[in-house]
């Protein structure tokens, strides 16, 4: 068994200590000895359209030369580009102060649901989170995955767990080409949690960052884990339907199945009828079978 998610105790995965441990190390610079620190001016052209796209907050001061929204953008979407020398930070030949960088508002800032079962989170978006307490948690997506803005930690930001929880759920069924062991750390509850609300009902569904896209399958099976992957049912629903398949030769033509509480006969060829995209794992014997083997 292949479980590809665990790394550490804390439940983070590689890549997001990899970008932990790089902004950590970006803002514990140290300052050189004798070196002299100023508050560098950022040219920003296109500064007013960044104040019009209302991702600032409302009480940013008017007196500081705050970095424009393709810069900050920029930024987001890969630390890599940037170090830090004493109190300045420096991306493409450019230096600013953590001052220099404007605050996200959440309150502005959409929240990301499904559209006909398709989460799509866009690419190099900002949105937030609404957690079970009400609080808005700001996130951010890059080319490929979703997860903190990484400016609000340039910033100062605390470490936000439920963020972090919340983008390696959705980050692990974007990259999983099979989630059945998702309850191995997330529990039934909290997964159905994610998806009500998310706005995602049973059935296929999909999850998009920038040109990336994972299907899946959502069942409310009595003994479902939930979430299986899409090959996966496939590969169950060809079993249950085509001709040749040994799923059901302990029964007999004429038994009664129920998939999805809805009847169906066990034909000659011991097949059921079954239309694709119905909950196959909702699955319910024939009453007079008891563990495989037919009674009176």
Not at 49 to 58: D, F, Q, R, V
Not at 198 to 216: A, D, L, R
Request: charged share 25%.
């Amino acid at each position: 068994m292949n479980i590809n998610f665990y790394s550490t105790a804390a439940h983070k995965d590689i890549r997001s200590n990899q970008k932990r441990i790089l902004i950590n190390t970006l803002l514990n610079g140290t300052k050189t000895k004798g070196e002299k620190q100023q508050d560098t001016f950022l040219p920003a052209p296109k500064r007013g359209l960044a104040y019009k796209s209302e991702i600032y907050t409302a009480n940013m001061g008017k007196g500081i030369n705050y970095i424009s929204q393709d810069f900050l953008n920029m930024i987001n979407n890969d630390i890599s580009l940037v170090k830090k020398t004493g109190n300045l930070y420096e991306c493409a030949g450019k230096k600013f102060s953590p001052e220099q960088i404007p605050e996200i508002n959440t309150d502005t800032l959409q929240e990301i649901r499904a559209e006909k079962n398709v989460l799509n989170f866009g690419k190099n978006q900002y949105f937030k989170y609404i957690s079970k307490d009400g609080k808005g948690h700001s996130l951010y997506t890059d080319s490929n995955l979703i997860g903190s803005i990484y400016s609000e930690v340039m910033r100062g930001a605390p470490y936000d767990k439920e963020l972090e929880r919340y983008a390696r759920f959705w980050n692990y069924l974007m990259k999983s080409k099979d989630p059945i062991y998702i309850t191995l750390e997330f529990p039934l509850d909290e997964v159905k949690n994610y998806l009500g609300e998310s706005g995602i009902e049973p059935g296929f569904f999909s999850v998009k960052m920038g040109e990336k896209e994972n299907t899946h399958f959502y069942s409310t099976g009595e003994n479902s884990v939930l979430i299986y992957s899409k090959d996966r049912y496939d590969e169950r629903y060809r079993k249950m339907t085509e001709a040749g398949s040994s799923f059901f030769n302990n029964y007999e033509p004429g038994d009664v199945w129920k998939v999805g509480g809805k009847e169906y006969v066990l034909s000659d060829d011991r097949t059921l009828n079954i239309p694709y995209g119905e909950d196959i794992y909702d699955l319910e014997a024939p009453s007079n079978y008891k563990w495989g083997v037919r009674i009176n």
